[in-house]
């Protein structure tokens, strides 16, 4: 049986391998790093050839010759292996080419964010410097908490014995940090900034207030004695390159060392000690500009960022209880998650430069009751880099709420050690204002419902797998203003690749959580066949109409300038109050006729783009023509999409198209277009034959906030 370290050095290379493979699929190399590679190669054996003639002048024997070409072959492998799988960060400079790539990369990175085996491996990094600490800081009470399941967390908390004075925690500014530190940590990981740039071009993604500006309080040091604080100051910019980087750089770590390299099956692997570092090198070198416990307690090296982070308390008969909401994706830091509200990053708020005095004892203070006004009230004047009378604008807001007697009080500091970041951490108790909790009306910083659901005017299986695997699909979908609450499941649910990606890409707006998802549509019963999947995807347009375009996990959405008031006057939604199943009728179209299924699905594709045409060119006829090729290629399809005796209904009663949503089926929604002074005299009649009629229109402003869970 192999020693520890023998494992641990076989995890290492197993690692680089799967970086490897990642770094050669993920797209094609650069040119320069083709050159490279050529000169290397070139160079490789130019010094073979040479050593080989030396070795014949010599006289040598050929074997000789032979095994010394072999170990300058070995010796070029081994260069050009260091080269590619000793470079995570390369990862972030290729995805940072297109939008696609960053798309996936922030996928792959959310799945690593959850390997329990690599915080385990991180966790056994950081253990022996905790131990130095709790031992320096006797008073404190320094640990690693553990979670309910007994597993320590990737946090070191140093608690005071008594909730105390938030003023009393930061008392000064520490000594001005020199040019080569602010060469270095400006400089710091810049992959990691083009992969945000990058990610950040995606109007979903986009944070309003960047990834760069703004001046923040950095840490200088902590007194183990008394938990006070000295402070310095950086930009946004220089805090996430040397602290939020390593974030990235974990989650990058949990994807590839939780999973096999080919097959993609779990595959975790195990470090000892502090060898996880060998394949995290922005964490390495972090490492190396402060040594020790200086490290956590005193990181001068870098810019490490403090914020706070604050247990919002209310209080009844019945229980206490604490606020947590889910992160949008949309934030810098921690997107997507869980966490306590409110919170954020202590931000000077000041043009001048770096308070001091009265002014920097009181703006941890200051934050705290700003984030719980920002985040919990939606007050966007405190939003921002710089805040005019930032003080005076805090109190105004909280004595127009009559809470001018809530205060923070401090519970002590918490390190991360993912970031490597200081939370001045505190409690906020609500008291006899416990009932103001239902008022909150949370920020852009965290999660929402949304009001938006969409219909297709085009046949709706080329957007569907397994046909869009094979070839890309098209549909049109238009928005409509009927109320949909999206929410994650409480129970392990299947979903498709696209919809991971759809939920990635539309994070930003509609602040989903995570999968799988729960989607339920008050004034339509569920089953009817206006799709989650067409929801999420005309979301992302903001409402209106558009062209969905899909192929295997990749999606987007081309919006159409179309009449949406004349179509208001055309268009009606009708369902015969039975239910359908859109997987089974999807299933049983895929396994029958699997060929005869693709040529059809391929014409569908076709209808899709001619009705863009015609939706642009505001040709009615040209769109009810459309409609109706649509559904005799769903008829085409299979016997179960289309009800023909629902099609001759709709039509007698005056319909000039009539198609169903989605897959279709016995019991889903008709989108029915009838010349405008017909639609009323349509509705009735259908009505009259014991259908309903969906009380909605088409939506051109997208989605609206209803309602804050």
């Given at each position: 049986?192999?020693?520890?370290?023998?494992?641990?050095?076989?995890a290492?290379?197993r690692y680089r391998?799967?970086?490897?493979?990642?770094?050669?699929t993920?797209?094609?190399p650069r040119v320069f790093?083709?050159v490279?590679l050529?000169l290397?190669v070139?160079?490789?054996w130019?010094?073979?050839?040479s050593?080989?003639?030396?070795?014949?002048?010599?006289?040598l024997?050929?074997q000789?010759q032979?095994a010394?070409?072999v170990a300058?072959?070995?010796?070029?492998?081994?260069?050009?292996?260091?080269?590619?799988?000793?470079?995570?960060?390369?990862v972030?400079?290729v995805?940072?080419?297109?939008?696609?790539?960053t798309d996936?990369?922030?996928?792959?990175?959310?799945?690593?964010?959850?390997?329990?085996?690599?915080y385990?491996?991180l966790?056994?990094?950081?253990?022996?410097?905790?131990?130095?600490?709790?031992?320096?800081?006797?008073?404190?009470?320094?640990?690693?908490?553990?979670?309910?399941?007994?597993q320590?967390?990737l946090?070191?908390?140093?608690?005071?014995?008594?909730?105390?004075?938030?003023?009393?925690?930061?008392?000064?500014n520490?000594?001005?940090?020199?040019p080569?530190?602010l060469?270095?940590?400006s400089?710091?990981?810049?992959e990691?900034?083009?992969f945000?740039a990058?990610?950040?071009?995606?109007?979903?993604?986009?944070?309003?207030f960047?990834?760069?500006?703004?001046?923040?309080?950095?840490?200088?040091a902590?007194?183990?004695?008394?938990?006070?604080l000295?402070?310095?100051?950086?930009t946004?910019?220089?805090i996430?390159?040397?602290?939020?980087s390593?974030?990235?750089?974990?989650?990058?770590f949990?994807?590839i060392?939780?999973?096999?390299?080919?097959r993609?099956?779990?595959r975790?692997?195990?470090?000892?000690?502090?060898?996880?570092?060998?394949?995290?090198p922005?964490?390495?070198?972090?490492?190396s500009?402060?040594?020790?416990?200086?490290l956590l307690?005193a990181?001068?090296?870098?810019?490490?960022?403090i914020?706070?982070?604050?247990?919002?308390?209310?209080?009844?008969?019945?229980?206490?209880?604490a606020?947590?909401a889910?992160?949008?994706?949309?934030?810098?830091?921690y997107?997507?998650?869980?966490?306590v509200?409110?919170?954020?990053?202590?931000?000077?708020h000041?043009?001048?430069?770096?308070?001091n005095?009265?002014?920097?004892?009181a703006?941890?203070?200051?934050t705290?009751m700003?984030e719980?006004?920002?985040?919990?009230?939606?007050?966007?004047?405190?939003?921002?880099?710089?805040?005019?009378?930032?003080a005076?604008?805090?109190?105004?807001?909280?004595?127009?709420?009559?809470?001018?007697?809530?205060?923070?009080?401090?519970?002590?500091?918490a390190?991360?050690l993912?970031?490597?970041r200081?939370e001045?951490?505190?409690?906020?108790?609500?008291?006899?204002?416990?009932?103001?909790a239902?008022e909150?009306r949370?920020?852009?910083?965290y999660?929402?419902?949304?009001?938006l659901?969409?219909?297709?005017?085009?046949a709706g299986?080329?957007?569907v797998e397994?046909?869009c695997?094979?070839e890309?699909?098209?549909?049109?979908n238009i928005?409509?203003?009927?109320?949909?609450h999206?929410?994650?499941?409480?129970?392990?649910?299947?979903?498709d690749?696209f919809?991971?990606?759809?939920?990635?890409?539309i994070?930003?707006?509609l602040?989903?959580?995570?999968?799988?998802?729960?989607?339920?549509?008050p004034?339509l019963?569920?089953?009817?066949?206006?799709?989650s999947?067409?929801?999420?995807?005309?979301?992302i347009?903001?409402?209106?109409?558009g062209?969905?375009r899909?192929?295997?996990?990749?999606?987007?959405?081309?919006?159409?300038?179309a009449?949406l008031?004349?179509?208001?006057?055309?268009?009606?939604?009708?369902h015969s109050?039975r239910?359908?199943?859109?997987?089974?009728?999807?299933t049983?179209v895929?396994?029958?006729?699997?060929?005869?299924?693709m040529?059809?699905?391929?014409?569908?594709?076709?209808?899709?783009?001619?009705?863009?045409s015609?939706?642009a060119a505001?040709?009615?006829?040209?769109?009810a023509?459309?409609?109706?090729?649509?559904?005799?290629?769903?008829?085409?399809l299979?016997p179960l999409?289309v009800d023909?005796?629902?099609?001759?209904?709709?039509?007698s009663?005056?319909a000039?198209a009539a198609?169903?949503?989605?897959?279709?089926?016995?019991?889903?929604?008709?989108?029915?277009?009838?010349?405008p002074?017909?639609?009323d005299p349509?509705r009735?009649s259908a009505?009259?034959?014991?259908?309903?009629v969906?009380?909605?229109?088409?939506?051109?402003?997208g989605?609206?906030?209803?309602?804050v869970?």
């Amino acid at each position: 049986m192999p020693s520890p370290d023998a494992s641990t050095r076989f995890a290492v290379q197993r690692y680089r391998t799967r970086l490897l493979v990642i770094r050669l699929t993920s797209s094609r190399p650069r040119v320069f790093d083709l050159v490279n590679l050529t000169l290397a190669v070139i160079g490789t054996w130019s010094i073979m050839y040479s050593l080989l003639r030396w070795l014949a002048s010599r006289g040598l024997g050929v074997q000789t010759q032979v095994a010394a070409g072999v170990a300058a072959l070995l010796i070029g492998i081994g260069l050009t292996w260091a080269r590619l799988t000793r470079r995570p960060q390369d990862v972030f400079r290729v995805a940072a080419a297109t939008e696609d790539r960053t798309d996936e990369l922030r996928r792959i990175m959310a799945l690593g964010m959850r390997s329990e085996t690599a915080y385990e491996c991180l966790t056994a990094v950081y253990r022996p410097i905790v131990h130095r600490i709790a031992e320096q800081c006797a008073g404190a009470r320094a640990e690693l908490p553990t979670d309910a399941t007994g597993q320590q967390c990737l946090v070191l908390t140093l608690a005071v014995d008594s909730p105390g004075d938030v003023d009393g925690v930061v008392v000064g500014n520490g000594p001005e940090r020199d040019p080569s530190w602010l060469r270095r940590v400006s400089e710091f990981a810049p992959e990691r900034q083009m992969f945000m740039a990058t990610m950040r071009r995606n109007v979903y993604q986009q944070n309003r207030f960047g990834d760069d500006a703004g001046m923040n309080v950095v840490l200088d040091a902590i007194a183990c004695d008394s938990l006070q604080l000295t402070v310095a100051t950086a930009t946004y910019g220089q805090i996430v390159r040397t602290s939020d980087s390593l974030i990235s750089e974990f989650a990058l770590f949990g994807h590839i060392s939780g999973r096999s390299a080919i097959r993609r099956r779990p595959r975790p692997l195990r470090f000892a000690g502090t060898d996880v570092l060998k394949v995290m090198p922005w964490r390495r070198e972090v490492h190396s500009w402060d040594q020790g416990t200086d490290l956590l307690l005193a990181p001068r090296g870098r810019a490490a960022g403090i914020g706070v982070s604050v247990a919002l308390v209310s209080r009844d008969a019945a229980r206490t209880s604490a606020f947590v909401a889910r992160r949008s994706s949309s934030v810098g830091t921690y997107p997507d998650v869980l966490h306590v509200i409110p919170s954020g990053m202590i931000n000077v708020h000041d043009d001048r430069g770096q308070p001091n005095g009265s002014a920097l004892a009181a703006l941890p203070r200051l934050t705290m009751m700003a984030e719980f006004l920002e985040e919990c009230f939606d007050v966007e004047e405190l939003s921002g880099h710089s805040v005019g009378n930032y003080a005076l604008l805090v109190n105004r807001q909280i004595a127009a709420r009559g809470l001018g007697e809530l205060k923070p009080r401090l519970t002590g500091l918490a390190i991360d050690l993912l970031n490597l970041r200081t939370e001045i951490c505190a409690v906020l108790d609500l008291g006899p204002h416990s009932a103001i909790a239902d008022e909150f009306r949370l920020s852009w910083e965290y999660t929402h419902n949304e009001r938006l659901r969409t219909i297709d005017l085009s046949a709706g299986f080329p957007d569907v797998e397994p046909f869009c695997l094979i070839e890309p699909g098209y549909i049109v979908n238009i928005a409509i203003d009927l109320a949909v609450h999206v929410e994650s499941a409480a129970t392990p649910g299947s979903v498709d690749r696209f919809t991971h990606r759809l939920i990635s890409a539309i994070a930003g707006r509609l602040d989903l959580p995570g999968l799988p998802l729960l989607v339920s549509t008050p004034n339509l019963p569920h089953g009817r066949g206006l799709g989650s999947s067409g929801a999420l995807s005309v979301a992302i347009a903001y409402g209106g109409a558009g062209l969905v375009r899909r192929h295997t996990g990749i999606g987007s959405r081309r919006s159409i300038e179309a009449d949406l008031a004349d179509l208001a006057s055309r268009m009606t939604l009708v369902h015969s109050g039975r239910v359908r199943d859109s997987g089974s009728i999807i299933t049983a179209v895929a396994g029958e006729r699997p060929r005869r299924a693709m040529t059809i699905v391929r014409e569908m594709s076709a209808i899709a783009l001619s009705t863009l045409s015609v939706l642009a060119a505001s040709d009615v006829a040209g769109l009810a023509s459309c409609m109706n090729e649509s559904a005799q290629l769903l008829s085409a399809l299979h016997p179960l999409i289309v009800d023909d005796a629902m099609r001759r209904t709709l039509h007698s009663l005056g319909a000039v198209a009539a198609k169903p949503c989605g897959a279709g089926g016995p019991g889903a929604v008709w989108v029915v277009l009838t010349d405008p002074d017909q639609r009323d005299p349509f509705r009735d009649s259908a009505r009259d034959l014991g259908l309903r009629v969906v009380r909605a229109q088409p939506n051109s402003h997208g989605m609206t906030r209803a309602h804050v869970p």
